[in-house]
């Protein structure tokens, strides 16, 4: 056999060699979403800024740019890459119970810490310039949470913790200036020897759940401790938030009932304070954060209030966290649709781009009416923060668990359909929607799941009437504005007369629908109002992306574009 090629058989394999090098050419792909700035391409936001805190937007201009960079982006892919491990012991057998962490892990901590994520409110009222404090920390929070959202943990139940921590003056006097430092210290050392302290919390064991008076962890008085009055914790802990925290506000039985104390890591006398960590939470979300499961055998802890008074001390951290869960499920709901507005604006399917396809566009549209609704009253609860008034103290009541219900049960749907609008892509872990789908189901549960927010509503409405006078007075201020947010209100009214509590969950969302109603209404941007009262109220869908027709969608789709940067 000849083996001299054939020049017709050489043409042929330079034919088939040629092809083969163009099969990969890559075209008609999105592309990563980086390189711009989260605050100047969200509308929604910068509209309730510049009603709530014009002050802030030229700080939040730069930290959207900083949210949008390659750089930082990557930092929340490595943390949820490299889980945190737990060293329990040294090679030598002494008790150590370290966590360790990736470097990127850190870098973010670092950020958030250093940008007041955990304390600017405190910090500005006490200078005196508190405010719109509170919603541009949540405006700053919330571009910062759509990089990274596990990581949050620990910096709300820091935030979260000064409220209860000032019930304790001596507490407050020599812990809260470190906890209120804008700055990240991670070390493992004594709390005296470190420049910035975290807070964590232990409220649920085992046999209870949310029913945290079965706490069977018994708390024995030993006397003042560092002029504070000091209890000896025998007990444990199924859930333990953030471990690596330099303290944390714990509840516990005593003999006056359950109590709340503050337990820091290290005992005041230099050792090891005896908190052991059994193992950390093998987690579906929330990965880059430490959940752990805790032994406390002798462990010192300060009284938090008074005896007996444990979930009325540490419900004002709880009430904070909720707020914060309304943050990052809206911040959640926004780097979803961004994500899928980003893909459906660079890719063709036939003929032309996603984004101009009719179905498409109802579903993107449909994705940010969603975010609009949501970040709506999450500012407005901000606002309510800011005031202080007893109206808003009272809306405040109602509002962080009807929100935290609503807006967290309404994110894991949310971040599917997100998900489906960028398609197989979509589900790839290299891709930030997986990501975001596992961390949307957290804050419905954690900080008390659906059933616990609505309950916690009855009991409010029960303990404090006024509360209902108060969110009722919120909706008549768009009273005859449109006829279907009339006709919310007024089915808000007929649940509130015959509502009984099997029937709580209705009670709740009927509380949300009317409240986001009439908050877009007041918005000053018809288009957006009109969209919610006909996609919401009028004719609601099981579905995203089933509006219904007349809607003014390209607004919706613009505002959904995370690259429109009209001013």
């Not at 100047?40 to 700080?59: C, H, T």
Request: one cysteine or more.
């Amino acid at each position: 056999m000849n083996s001299a090629r054939e020049p017709s058989v050489i043409a042929s394999h330079e034919a088939v060699q040629g092809t083969a090098q163009t099969t990969h050419e890559v075209f008609n792909q999105a592309g990563a979403l980086e390189n711009h700035n989260l605050y100047l391409g969200d509308q929604a936001l910068r509209e309730a800024i510049q009603r709530q805190a014009p002050a802030a937007e030229a700080e939040l201009v730069d930290y959207g740019q900083l949210c949008g960079v390659p750089e930082f982006i990557e930092l929340g892919f490595q943390a949820n890459a490299h889980k945190p491990s737990l060293h329990t012991h040294d090679r030598f057998g002494r008790r150590l119970d370290v966590i360790e962490f990736h470097p990127s892990y850190h870098a973010l901590m670092d950020q958030a810490f250093s940008a007041g994520l955990h304390s600017s409110p405190w910090r500005e009222a006490e200078a005196g310039q508190g405010e719109g404090a509170h919603a541009a920390r949540a405006a700053k929070y919330y571009l910062h949470a759509q990089v990274e959202a596990a990581h949050g943990c620990p910096v709300t139940m820091t935030f979260a913790s000064a409220p209860t921590l000032q019930l304790n003056p001596v507490i407050a006097n020599t812990w809260l200036p470190k906890v209120l430092s804008n700055a990240y210290d991670p070390r493992n050392i004594h709390y005296r020897e470190k420049t910035a302290l975290t807070i964590g919390m232990g409220m649920t064991e085992k046999q209870g759940g949310s029913d945290v008076r079965a706490n069977t962890t018994q708390a024995s008085p030993i006397g003042e401790v560092e002029g504070c009055e000091a209890y000896s914790l025998v007990g444990h802990k199924w859930f333990l938030s953030a471990p690596m925290c330099d303290a944390f506000l714990v509840l516990a039985q005593t003999g006056g009932g359950l109590s709340c104390f503050l337990v820091p890591r290290w005992h005041p006398d230099g050792h090891k304070n005896p908190l052991e960590i059994q193992r950390l939470k093998d987690k579906m979300g929330n990965v880059a954060n430490a959940s752990s499961e805790v032994e406390f055998r002798g462990a010192l802890g300060w009284l938090i209030g008074a005896p007996g008074r444990g979930v009325p001390s540490i419900i004002q951290m709880v009430a904070m966290t909720r707020f914060d869960c309304m943050v990052g499920s809206s911040a959640g709901q926004r780097q979803a649709v961004i994500q899928a507005a980003h893909h459906a604006s660079h890719r063709e399917a036939f003929g032309k781009r996603l984004i101009d396809q009719p179905v498409m566009r109802n579903v993107i549209a449909d994705l940010q009416l969603e975010v609009e609704g949501s970040l709506a009253m999450t500012m407005r609860m901000a606002q309510a923060l800011d005031s202080q008034s007893e109206q808003d103290q009272l809306l405040l009541r109602l509002g962080t668990a009807v929100g935290k219900y609503w807006i967290c049960k309404r994110t894991p749907q949310h971040a599917y359909e997100a998900m489906e609008c960028i398609g197989g892509n979509g589900v790839m872990e290299n891709c930030i929607m997986p990501r975001l789908y596992r961390e949307a189901p957290i804050n419905a549960i954690w900080e008390g799941s659906g059933n616990i927010q609505a309950l916690d509503v009855r009991r409010a409405m029960s303990r404090s009437p006024e509360v209902v006078d108060a969110w009722m007075a919120e909706l008549l201020t768009t009273a005859h504005s449109d006829p279907r947010q009339d006709t919310v209100v007024e089915n808000l009214k007929h649940e509130l007369a015959v509502s009984d509590e099997c029937s709580s969950r209705r009670l709740v969302e009927l509380l949300a629908l009317s409240f986001q109603g009439s908050l877009l209404l007041r918005s000053g941007n018809a288009a957006i109002a009109e969209a919610f009262l006909a996609g919401r109220c009028e004719a609601p869908s099981h579905h995203f992306g089933a509006l219904p027709a007349g809607l003014n969608l390209d607004l919706l789709i613009d505002r959904a574009n995370p690259h429109c940067y009209d001013l």
